[in-house]
């Protein structure tokens, strides 16, 4: 594709000077420019876990199995539910072992296994996943093999590109009345927390949302996702004690990056780390509101 960046593979790769302050285009010049050491760290799912314990706050997922050498897992020492992934990128690699009691009320377990858009997440229930498809531990490993030999498909984002080593890592599958506890993520910008991003229906219909730190929803004339039934406030969602912790802890995981989005689950009334993000939706252009704020934001330009 004509002017696509070094690396890039969607046709969005690409600079526009008629937008550069937009929040996508930082995103694109950092993965032209920016060789931060710390956007590696942060973007590999196991040594970024390291940095969150160094920082204080929240609490980790328990971590069952970690390993760089073998792709074999001890299946025997797992628990009936967990979550398997490799570090570098989930991508076709990530598994939801679903094989307790009750399965999760939010799978969706249905029978087609002959359909042509299926959900990123494996949920793996008796051999089986959502859609019908096979999944012994055989197949499981290989393809976990399969994704740490892979050239990682989007090799302009940087950080994420050159994670190494690559390994296998099982942790904890959080759980929220069995189903998946809904995603808070915090875009993060010099230290400061910018806005907060709520999606829920990872296994279902997506909606997706912004609000401001007050909780009160950004109208986007045309989002990338729909926004659903999300509310206009988060005072439904959240309390104010709530939503303070989950902007402070934000904060203080990624006080030592120009950006970052900062993903966790609210478990039990505790903050828990998901993953660090340096390249939203990759790079992707979001709604014109989202892009003008994001991009002052990321310039230092808001509330100036």
């Known amino acids: 594709m004509e002017d696509l960046l070094p ?11 008629s937008i550069s302050h937009h929040f996508s285009q930082q995103q694109l ?9 710390l956007l590696i760290e942060m973007e590999d799912k196991y040594r970024s876990r390291r940095l969150v314990e160094k920082k204080g706050g929240g609490r980790l997922t328990t971590l069952f199995h970690w390993s760089t050498t073998s792709t074999k897992l001890p299946w025997k020492n797992l628990p009936a539910r967990c979550v398997i992934k490799t570090n570098h990128w989930s991508g076709e690699a990530l598994f939801i072992m679903d094989n307790g009691p009750e399965p999760l009320a939010d ?14 997440y494996r949920v793996v229930r008796n051999g089986l996943d959502q859609y019908g498809i096979p999944w012994p531990k055989w197949r499981i490993e290989r393809t976990l093999k399969k994704c740490l030999k892979n050239v990682f498909p989007v090799p302009l ?45 990872r296994l279902g219909d997506h909606c997706q949302a912004i609000y401001d730190l007050d909780g009160v929803r950004i109208e986007q004339t045309n989002p990338r996702w729909n926004q659903g039934p999300l509310p206009a406030t988060l005072d439904g969602l959240l309390t104010p004690e709530q939503r303070s912790s989950l902007i402070a802890t934000a904060e203080q995981w990624a006080e030592d990056i120009d950006y970052t989005r900062v993903d966790m689950f609210l478990v039990n009334g505790k903050w828990v780390f998901g993953e660090f993000t340096n390249y939203h939706n990759s790079c992707h252009p979001q709604s014109l509101e989202w892009e003008e704020l994001g991009g002052r934001l990321w310039a230092g330009e808001e509330g100036l």
Not at 29 to 37: E, G, K, M, S, W
């Open 7 to 17: 690396g890039g593979t969607q046709p969005w790769h690409r600079l526009d000077d």
């Open 29 to 37: 010049h950092r993965c032209i420019n920016d060789r931060n050491p």
């Open 107 to 120: 799978s969706n377990r249905v029978f087609r296994p002959w359909a042509r858009h299926k959900n990123g």
């Open 157 to 201: 984002e940087w950080g994420a590109a050159n994670i190494q080593p690559r390994g296998i890592m099982v942790e904890e599958l959080l759980l929220d009345n069995n189903t998946l506890p809904h995603d808070w993520k915090v875009h993060v910008f010099h230290g400061k927390a910018g806005f907060i991003q709520y999606d829920i229906g």
